[in-house]
Nanobody, 120 residues
Framework: QVQLVESGGGLVQPGGSLRLSCGASGSGFTFNAMGWYRQTSGDQRELVASITRGGTIGYGDSAKGRFTISRDNAKNTVYLQMNSLQPEDTAVYYC??????????????WGQGTQVTVSS
């Protein structure tokens, strides 16, 4: 089965930086698009950034100019470098991965989420 393990969240002061990591694993699976979403209580999850296996990147409006997404295909790991963090960036950040099984079944998987809190 597929498992996504996130790390790197925490408490940071306004203007600070954090780097999130998400490693995907699953025997016989290939991971295509991977990305980061975030959610505050009562709101829907919103796209932060996504990246395909080939390196095509997309950013949500909140991330443009401040966040950088990257991935290591050999490790099935996606990273999110977040700079100039502001209190409004406080949320639970979720990793999402699109996977294809050896039987060519496609599905999407979510990580458990990692809390990011920006506060002085």
């Amino acid at each position: 089965q597929v498992q996504l393990v996130e790390s790197g969240g925490g408490l940071v002061q306004p203007g600070g930086s954090l780097r999130l990591s998400c490693g995907a694993s699953g025997s016989g699976f290939t991971f295509n698009a991977m990305g980061w979403y975030r959610q505050t209580s009562g709101d829907q999850r919103e796209l932060v950034a996504s990246i395909t296996r080939g390196g095509t990147i997309g950013y949500g409006d909140s991330a443009k100019g401040r966040f950088t997404i990257s991935r290591d295909n050999a490790k099935n790991t996606v990273y999110l470098q977040m700079n100039s963090l502001q209190p409004e960036d406080t949320a639970v950040y979720y990793c999402k991965a699109a996977a294809i099984s050896r039987n060519l079944d496609r599905d999407e998987y979510w990580g458990q989420g990692t809390q990011v809190t920006v506060s002085s």
